[in-house]
């Protein structure tokens, strides 16, 4: 799966751990979300990056607890129309200020990818070696954004604002002349 | 008329380029059929049982002349020149070819039109009273708030991929024409005893076949928090509703199954933790929307000019102008209501030719605006009343000024199995065959406001819960059978209709109606008494006996 993070492919360094499979050190891992819960404790005391996998039907107030020396959580899309981690990762971006890395997982298509950033992923296990190609097209398709999300993008509202009152508009006459002539 | 800025279009423009890319995609093989269904369907494409079907939003029902041009233009050129207009202020197109849909959506781009978000699983269509700005009972224009609902969810990241389809309405008059309770999220403009206005908050409302009346849960909300609060009942929406089952996944049984009181907690808590955020409205911001909204500067009139006296005394005219034209807010103006609903027609269609000859009207006698209601009907809403007996004349030449709007065949229906695949039966010449019934006007008067609905199938299209008459193909060993309930409702006091009995085979279903009617007008207690206050004091069983008794 190839994964894409600052808008590069790159080597995925996290190895994921499987149910109750020892944890290496010395090594970036993704736990299962209960072997979290059970092992925080001496998980808390590993040398390297510890992450994990968050399923989409758990709240992620659970994870407060252990988000600042949490490497990285991933989020899953078991299929691409199911939209429950987008919720869960603006929460724990805006909500829980959670700095780490945030991971898209399971079905990740190149329609949603501008939607996955907007929401505060900044990982992607993308789904097809296409959709990984493309993927700064696939973000970089929009400039305009009506509604404010944690992603620093400046929304209509405040974008129309910083304008100022004097802002103008061509009449819808005008525009379709304008339209016409393009 | 909300006038577009370079944001709206821009983003118009990057919408169209983004679909022509998924199409050429989906053409290569690229992406499957099951992956692109999705992105398809926010982008308003229905694959129907003959053709791909294209579903075009009228935001809050207002449409400019050139906007109803763009719409002649695409059925011309795309499809078999005509549209249906839904009851969700939308129009359907049902015969376009999928290489060619994304040049229609560029050609109605350049008139500000889109098909964004009219299917699948995201915020569809705001709708409101088609009488906005102009009703003389409203508190406010409500178009407003349904243009910043609509930027604020068209393309939301957190909520493009929800369990289910979501719906807004809003009204901001007393007598509710957007049928708010039956929408996901149903907001009522009050002015609270501080003289400030906001929105009661109703949710869990819709039809399907799962039909619940919503319930509120705020009765007042300030206007500065609504943006914030529907974000909360989304994210709730979002994380909670059902994924297991489709039939489940609406969130009127998220709210059923926790209870009004649970959810509305839910959801409190969850807004009080971003109520003061970004969300939070700034007048400013309200101002610079209701900046772009372009009002008609009307003459200073009189009500009842000579021209419209002296025009009453054609008996024909009197009818249509009783019938088909409300009061205006403005002295000497006039809403006037286009029936799409002619005798022994498709209800809601219009054709090119008629869609241009209105843009054209628009023109001439409502500055340049036309309306679309849920009811299926088109409207002009700032006509003079002196122009009243000309325009008059221009619409009943196009075959629109049927004098039956809010009578028996002013019928609201699906398009049935004529045109989808989800249907079981057929709407379309259902609804014909009743409109050639009750073509006799003064019976159709006699009757009074009766509303009836046809849905093709469960999922209740054609709204038949709320129909006072209504009507629900089904399936009955491979023939096409229809259930009657009656004393349903959509206004301000929403009820679901009840049954009357078993359903009927296709070729009795109008004589059932034809016997409802006459079993009202045995039943009703005096003549202005209306079917649905007969069924209200009555009941159900003295219809039922009468239209049975036979059967």
Same mark, same amino acid.
């Given at each position: 799966?190839?994964?894409?993070?600052?808008?590069?492919?790159?080597?995925?360094?996290?190895?994921?751990?499987?149910?109750?499979?020892?944890?290496?050190?010395?090594?970036?891992?993704?736990?299962?979300?209960?072997?979290?819960?059970?092992?925080?404790?001496?998980?808390?005391?590993?040398?390297?990056?510890?992450?994990?996998?968050?399923?989409?039907?758990?709240?992620?107030?659970?994870?407060?607890?252990?988000?600042?020396?949490?490497?990285?959580?991933?989020?899953?899309?078991?299929?691409?129309?199911?939209?429950?981690?987008?919720?869960?990762?603006?929460?724990?971006?805006?909500?829980?200020?959670?700095?780490?890395?945030?991971?898209?997982?399971?079905?990740?298509?190149?329609?949603?990818?501008?939607?996955?950033? %907007?929401?505060?992923?900044?990982?992607?296990?993308?789904?097809?070696?296409?959709?990984?190609?493309?993927?700064?097209?696939?973000?970089?398709?929009?400039?305009?954004?009506?509604?404010?999300?944690?992603?620093?993008?400046?929304?209509?509202?405040?974008?129309?604002?910083?304008?100022?009152?004097?802002?103008?508009?061509?009449?819808? %006459?005008?525009?379709?002349?304008?339209?016409?002539?393009? | 008329?909300?006038?577009?800025?370079?944001?709206?279009?821009?983003?118009?423009?990057? !919408?169209? !380029?983004?679909?022509?890319?998924?199409?050429?995609?989906?053409?290569?093989?690229?992406?499957?059929?099951?992956?692109?269904?999705?992105?398809?369907?926010?982008?308003?494409?229905?694959?129907?049982?003959?053709?791909?079907?294209?579903?075009?939003?009228?935001?809050?029902?207002?449409?400019?002349?050139?906007?109803?041009?763009?719409?002649?233009?695409?059925?011309?050129?795309?499809?078999?020149?005509?549209?249906?207009?839904?009851? !969700?202020?939308?129009?359907?197109?049902?015969?376009?070819?999928?290489?060619?849909?994304?040049?229609?959506?560029?050609?109605?781009?350049?008139?500000?039109?889109?098909?964004?978000?009219?299917?699948?699983?995201?915020?569809?269509?705001?709708?409101?009273?088609?009488?906005?700005?102009?009703?003389?009972?409203?508190?406010?224009?409500?178009?407003?708030?349904?243009?910043?609902?609509?930027?604020?969810?068209? +393309?939301?990241?957190?909520?493009?991929?929800?369990?289910?389809?979501?719906?807004?309405?809003?009204?901001?008059?007393?007598?509710?024409?957007?049928?708010?309770?039956?929408?996901?999220?149903?907001?009522?403009?009050?002015?609270?005893?501080?003289?400030?206005?906001?929105?009661?908050?109703?949710?869990?409302?819709?039809?399907?076949?799962?039909?619940?009346?919503?319930?509120?849960?705020?009765?007042?909300?300030?206007?500065?928090?609504? +943006?914030?609060?529907?974000?909360?009942?989304?994210?709730?929406?979002?994380?909670?509703? !059902?994924?297991?089952?489709?039939?489940?996944?609406?969130?009127?049984?998220?709210?059923?199954? +926790?209870?009004?009181?649970?959810?509305?907690?839910?959801?409190?808590?969850?807004?009080?933790?971003?109520?003061?955020?970004?969300?939070?409205?700034?007048?400013?911001?309200?101002?610079?929307?209701?900046?772009?909204?372009?009002?008609?500067?009307?003459?200073?009139?009189?009500?009842?000019?000579?021209?419209?006296?002296?025009?009453?005394?054609?008996?024909?005219?009197?009818?249509?102008?009783?019938?088909?034209?409300?009061?205006?807010?403005?002295?000497?103006?006039?809403?006037?209501?286009?029936?799409?609903?002619?005798?022994?027609?498709?209800?809601?269609?219009?054709?090119?030719?008629?869609?241009?000859?209105?843009?054209?009207?628009?023109?001439?006698?409502?500055?340049?605006?036309?309306?679309?209601?849920?009811?299926?009907?088109?409207?002009?809403?700032?006509?003079?009343?002196?122009?009243?007996?000309?325009?008059?004349?221009?619409?009943?030449?196009?075959?629109?000024?049927?004098?039956?709007?809010?009578?028996?065949?002013?019928?609201?229906?699906?398009?049935?199995?004529?045109?989808?695949?989800?249907?079981?039966?057929?709407?379309?010449?259902?609804?014909?065959?009743?409109?050639?019934?009750?073509?006799?006007?003064?019976?159709?008067?006699?009757?009074?406001?009766?509303?009836?609905?046809?849905?093709?199938?469960?999922?209740?299209?054609?709204?038949?819960?709320?129909?006072?008459?209504?009507? +629900?193909?089904?399936?009955?060993?491979?023939?096409?059978?229809?259930?009657?309930?009656?004393?349903?409702?959509?206004?301000?006091?929403?009820?679901?209709?009840?049954?009357?009995?078993?359903?009927?085979?296709?070729?009795?279903?109008?004589?059932?109606?034809?016997?409802?009617?006459?079993?009202?007008?045995?039943?009703?207690?005096?003549?202005?008494?209306?079917?649905?206050?007969?069924?209200?004091?009555?009941?159900?069983?003295?219809?039922?006996?009468?239209?049975?008794?036979?059967?």
């Amino acid at each position: 799966m190839p994964l894409v993070k600052e808008g590069h492919l790159v080597e995925d360094r996290f190895v994921r751990v499987l149910d109750d499979a020892p944890v290496p050190e010395g090594v970036s891992v993704i736990l299962p979300a209960a072997r979290l819960l059970a092992d925080a404790r001496e998980l808390v005391m590993r040398q390297a990056p510890t992450g994990v996998i968050w399923p989409n039907d758990r709240k992620v107030a659970e994870l407060v607890p252990y988000l600042d020396w949490l490497a990285l959580v991933a989020l899953v899309f078991p299929n691409f129309r199911d939209g429950r981690a987008y919720s869960q990762a603006r929460l724990l971006r805006e909500r829980y200020h959670f700095r780490g890395e945030l991971r898209a997982t399971g079905q990740v298509l190149r329609d949603q990818l501008l939607f996955l950033q %907007r929401g505060g992923f900044d990982a992607f296990e993308v789904t097809k070696d296409a959709d990984a190609a493309a993927f700064a097209e696939a973000v970089g398709r929009y400039s305009v954004f009506y509604q404010p999300t944690g992603d620093g993008r400046a929304s209509t509202l405040t974008a129309r604002r910083a304008r100022g009152p004097s802002m103008t508009f061509k009449g819808r %006459r005008e525009y379709l002349a304008d339209s016409r002539s393009r | 008329m909300y006038i577009y800025d370079d944001f709206d279009r821009t983003l118009l423009d990057e !919408r169209v !380029r983004d679909f022509r890319d998924q199409v050429a995609r989906r053409l290569s093989g690229e992406l499957t059929e099951e992956e692109f269904k999705p992105l398809r369907l926010m982008n308003g494409v229905y694959l129907q049982l003959h053709a791909y079907m294209l579903r075009i939003a009228i935001p809050y029902g207002t449409l400019s002349s050139e906007q109803m041009r763009m719409l002649a233009h695409v059925a011309r050129r795309y499809d078999r020149g005509y549209g249906h207009f839904t009851t !969700r202020q939308n129009i359907q197109f049902n015969w376009i070819k999928l290489e060619e849909l994304p040049d229609a959506m560029a050609d109605l781009a350049r008139a500000g039109l889109h098909g964004m978000q009219t299917s699948g699983n995201c915020v569809r269509n705001v709708t409101t009273d088609q009488w906005a700005g102009v009703a003389p009972d409203e508190i406010e224009d409500p178009r407003i708030w349904a243009e910043l609902l609509r930027q604020h969810l068209t +393309l939301h990241p957190e909520f493009s991929f929800l369990p289910r389809k979501f719906k807004i309405a809003l009204t901001a008059s007393a007598h509710d024409r957007a049928a708010v309770k039956v929408h996901d999220i149903g907001l009522r403009m009050h002015c609270n005893g501080a003289g400030e206005t906001g929105f009661e908050i109703i949710v869990g409302g819709g039809l399907g076949r799962t039909p619940f009346i919503g319930k509120t849960i705020k009765p007042f909300l300030p206007k500065r928090d609504l +943006l914030s609060y529907v974000e909360a009942i989304m994210r709730t929406y979002n994380q909670y509703g !059902r994924r297991d089952n489709i039939y489940k996944a609406r969130m009127k049984i998220l709210v059923h199954d +926790l209870g009004a009181e649970k959810f509305a907690h839910e959801v409190e808590e969850e807004w009080l933790s971003i109520k003061d955020g970004a969300l939070a409205l700034d007048p400013a911001v309200v101002a610079d929307i209701a900046a772009r909204f372009r009002y008609p500067e009307y003459e200073v009139l009189d009500d009842n000019p000579p021209e419209l006296a002296r025009a009453r005394e054609d008996e024909r005219f009197r009818g249509w102008l009783d019938n088909s034209v409300t009061n205006h807010k403005r002295a000497g103006y006039a809403i006037v209501t286009l029936s799409l609903k002619p005798e022994g027609g498709p209800p809601g269609d219009a054709t090119a030719a008629q869609m241009e000859a209105i843009a054209a009207l628009a023109n001439r006698y409502s500055y340049g605006e036309i309306r679309v209601g849920h009811e299926q009907n088109l409207a002009l809403p700032h006509v003079a009343q002196r122009d009243l007996p000309a325009l008059w004349r221009a619409l009943d030449d196009i075959g629109v000024a049927t004098p039956n709007v809010n009578l028996v065949s002013d019928i609201i229906a699906c398009p049935g199995l004529d045109y989808c695949s989800l249907a079981n039966a057929r709407s379309i010449p259902v609804a014909q065959e009743i409109t050639r019934r009750f073509r006799d006007l003064d019976l159709a008067r006699n009757l009074g406001r009766l509303h009836i609905n046809i849905s093709g199938c469960i999922n209740a299209c054609g709204h038949h819960h709320i129909g006072h008459i209504g009507i +629900l193909g089904v399936e009955k060993n491979g023939e096409e059978y229809y259930q009657v309930t009656i004393g349903g409702r959509a206004d301000e006091n929403a009820e679901l209709g009840t049954i009357l009995g078993p359903a009927v085979p296709y070729g009795e279903i109008a004589d059932v109606v034809e016997d409802v009617a006459a079993a009202y007008l045995e039943l009703r207690a005096r003549p202005d008494e209306l079917f649905i206050d007969t069924v209200k004091r009555v009941g159900v069983e003295p219809f039922k006996e009468r239209v049975y008794a036979a059967r």
